[in-house]
């Protein structure tokens, strides 16, 4: 495998995030590899109205292929130098494609499009060969530029996926490769294709000139140019056509995607939107499949995956959250540090090792001290925002602490829950709190069981309080909320029965959460921190004369006296929001069932499909009914 740092050459001038190990600057600032092998003239800026363009050959082919996938709703150009052609296709409007959720847990900047950088030397031929990661002729990332016709983008970004992404794109090129390669030799042949051939007809024959009426009519034949041609010379047909045509676009379900079947660009694209879809359901270093979908990518459990995770960085880009999601980190670094005091922390960073001529550094259960030291040498989150936009952030933290880099990347890398400071016009109304964040445990699969239950019972459901000693939630983040009863996990006992405990008291709750074991010492949350959970119960049973026994209410019938809520199904308990209450922050009572919950907390389910057109119509009708209105809690 390749390390993700040797692949961030020749990409962008905006190259801030690497490793001062691998990475080297020049002059201006530029990362550039030192065995980078080209010239200045190889990156120069092109004059394409010079490019030789000899009817059927690569570089004709390779303008085909441009074209259609810019009809198709994307974005493409290329550079062409005397030792190599760079080939770019881009994905612009990502949030169009999928959800916010799917793309923040990836590490996806919103407002960037996505672009493939594929590069042809040897010869500097489109299809020449098949680009690799190893070869360095594969580079993802995301960028502002605009202009595609170019060696170098500027403000160019990696993102939390970037690696699996490359790595997964080349080896699926390298297993289709020879398809690819008879493809394009057959459409070198006969660039003069149906579809021009087509629309030459149609003009000289009739009064039809809208190209892209033309291309919906070979779309509707099914590529059959003389259907097409004979639809297109009926009147009758070709109005109802119009019509057709008119209502896709208007409804936003018309693409003008009819790319030959061996278009390169148009096939990586569709291999990156399938990539970014599929990403939480295999590991992100091995490409193994998950026994179920994850809610955000991750390692497996393979010791290698872990290893390669932390000290290789693959499948992570660590620098991404410090700068897109700082007060998650935050709490993050706080909650492992809480955690590292008690007696039960779980995940342990076993893999989290340097070899030194001397010996091996590394953490040990018998010395969980170590840990909390070695963090509390980190710098504030805003400080290391900075290192990161100043490419030197691994270099500063290894001299801080020869572990210190690959405990931070572990401890992003290993949480599994998707945590978002919430803007105060989202926020939960009712509560005060020093910060609340959005958080998601649950994972698809069990989501969806939460949502059927939810549909099955005609009383909804209804939102509870769950609180955790500090020290517990490092692991809560990691593996959900669990039922651990009677348990060797376990850590207030049991005393009405096993299951969940919840509340609908906050007060209630903040008892079960002391702020026990240490706490960071730069932290924005300024000392010791409690935390809730405000979950979402399914209103199961409600109304019936004895308790089902999967959830138990106050005062239920099997056990008098009990003032919880108390949840034997895992299934039934989702959690919503996390609320962090710093020293100095009221733990004044407040009742659940007062609170006013967001609206945009409704749709939990669904966060990792592609958006349908409805959706998109729908995401946009809602967005100004959520503006007026709060979703209240029964």
């Known amino acids: 495998m390749s390390d993700p740092e040797e692949m961030s050459e020749d990409f962008g001038e905006d190259e801030d995030i690497v490793e001062d190990d691998i990475m080297e600057d020049d002059e201006d600032g530029n990362g550039m590899d030192d065995d980078d092998g080209g010239d200045d003239d190889a990156f120069g800026e092109v004059d394409h109205d010079g490019d030789s363009d000899s009817s059927g050959g690569p570089l004709a082919l390779l303008k085909h292929d441009i074209a259609e996938i810019e009809q198709a709703g994307f974005v493409g150009g290329y550079s062409m130098h005397t030792l190599e052609l760079d080939v770019w296709v881009g994905i612009p409007n990502i949030t169009e494609l999928f959800t916010d959720e799917l793309l923040k847990s990836c590490g996806f900047h919103l407002d960037r499009k996505i672009v493939c950088k594929l590069v042809f030397s040897n010869p500097a031929s489109y299809m020449s060969h098949c680009p690799t990661v190893e070869e360095k002729k594969i580079t993802i990332r995301q960028t502002l530029d605009t202009d595609l016709y170019k060696s170098k983008l500027s403000d160019v970004q990696e993102f939390g996926l970037w690696w699996t992404l490359q790595t997964r794109l080349s080896d699926w090129l390298k297993s289709s490769w020879a398809n690819f390669a008879t493809e394009a030799h057959s459409a070198m042949s006969q660039l003069d294709s149906e579809i021009n051939d087509v629309i030459e007809q149609v003009t000289s024959v009739t009064d039809v000139t809208d190209k892209r009426l033309i291309r919906f009519a070979l779309k509707e034949s099914r590529n059959d140019s003389i259907a097409a041609i004979e639809l297109l010379m009926d009147r009758k047909k070709t109005k109802a056509l119009q019509t057709k045509l008119t209502q896709k676009l208007k409804d936003g379900t018309y693409t003008d995607n009819i790319c030959r079947p061996g278009n390169l660009l148009k096939a990586v694209i569709d291999q990156i939107i399938e990539r970014i879809r599929i990403s939480c359901r295999y590991c992100i270093v091995c490409d193994k499949k998950h026994h179920f979908e994850l809610l955000k990518p991750t390692v497996c459990s393979d010791v290698l995956c872990n290893f390669q995770l932390v000290d290789l960085g693959l499948g992570l880009n660590v620098e991404s959250d410090i700068i897109h999601n700082p007060e998650a980190l935050d709490l993050l670094i706080c909650l492992t540090i809480a955690g590292a005091s008690g007696n039960r922390f779980t995940p342990f960073p076993s893999s989290v090792r340097v ?117 517990n939630w490092h692991c809560i983040l990691r593996i959900g909320l669990k039922n651990y009863s009677n348990t060797n996990m376990m850590t207030t006992g049991a005393a009405f029965g096993p299951g969940i405990y919840m509340s609908g008291d906050s007060a209630t709750s903040l008892g079960y959460s002391p702020s026990r074991g240490s706490t960071w010492d730069n932290s924005i949350f300024k000392g010791a921190v409690s935390v809730l959970a405000l979950c979402e119960v399914v209103d199961y049973g409600k109304g019936a004369s004895t308790c089902t026994g999967r959830l138990h209410r106050p005062q239920c019938s099997h056990v008098k006296g009990s003032p919880h809520y108390r949840c034997e199904d895992e299934t039934l308990v989702c959690t919503r929001f996390l609320l962090v209450f710093g020293t100095g922050d009221s733990r004044q009572s407040v009742a659940a069932k007062n609170l006013v919950v967001p609206a945009f907390n409704r749709s939990f389910e669904n966060q990792h499909e592609l958006k349908t057109g409805k959706e998109k119509e729908k995401e946009e009708t809602g967005k100004e009914e959520e503006k007026k209105s709060g979703l209240k809690s029964s």
């Open 355 to 471: 070899q030194t001529p001397e010996k091996v550094l590394e953490f040990t259960t018998a010395k969980q001290k170590e840990i909390i030291d070695c963090l509390q040498l980190l710098p504030p989150v805003s400080e290391l925002q900075t290192l990161v936009k100043a490419g030197k952030l691994k270099k500063k933290l290894d001299k801080l602490h020869p572990l210190l880099y690959k405990l931070l990347r572990w401890i992003v890398g290993t949480n599994a829950a998707h945590l978002e400071k919430l803007k105060p016009s989202e926020e939960v109304q009712g509560i005060k709190c020093h910060t609340q964040f959005m958080m998601k445990t649950a994972p698809p699969d069990r989501e969806k069981a939460f949502q059927e239950a939810k549909a099955e019972n005609s009383s909804g459901s209804f939102y509870v309080f769950h609180g955790s000693a500090t020290e």
